[in-house]
């Protein structure tokens, strides 16, 4: 299974920005493809998920309405699409797959990770 993320960059507040992540191997027994970040100083932290058989979807309180996560299964590729972007989400972002059933999901059951990427929000 691989992962690896990309689309990070500076963006000004209020900004959009698009991470992709392409995958390999995925399954459903993965039960769910999600988005983490992590940014300095703190802990990481879980940012949306879909379940990789029925794609329901979860997002942290913090990015409700602000990013929405996709997926094109055609492609095994997960998008989250950043909007409104705020300084407070200035961090690395990562895809992961993993048995992602709390809500919100746990970091700590994550089976395989992307590499990260890299999102800074300023003027």
């Known amino acids: 299974v691989q992962l690896q993320a990309s689309g990070g960059g500076l963006v000004q507040p209020g900004g959009s920005l698009r991470l992709t992540c392409a995958t390999s191997?995925?399954?459903?027994?993965?039960?769910?493809t999600g988005w983490f970040r992590q940014a300095p100083g703190k802990e990481r932290e879980g940012v949306s998920c879909i379940t990789n058989d029925d794609g329901m979807i979860y997002y942290a309180d913090s990015v409700k309405g602000r990013f929405t996560i996709s997926r094109d299964n055609a492609k095994n590729t997960l998008y989250l699409r950043m909007s409104s972007l705020k300084p407070e989400d200035t961090a690395v972002y990562y895809c992961?797959?993993?048995?992602?059933?709390?809500?919100?999901?746990?970091?700590?059951?994550?089976?395989?990770w992307g590499q990260g990427t890299l999102v800074t929000v300023s003027s």
């Open positions: 191997g995925v399954t459903p027994d993965h039960y769910a």
């Open positions: 992961a797959t993993g048995n992602f059933r709390d809500y919100p999901p746990k970091p700590g059951y994550g089976d395989y």
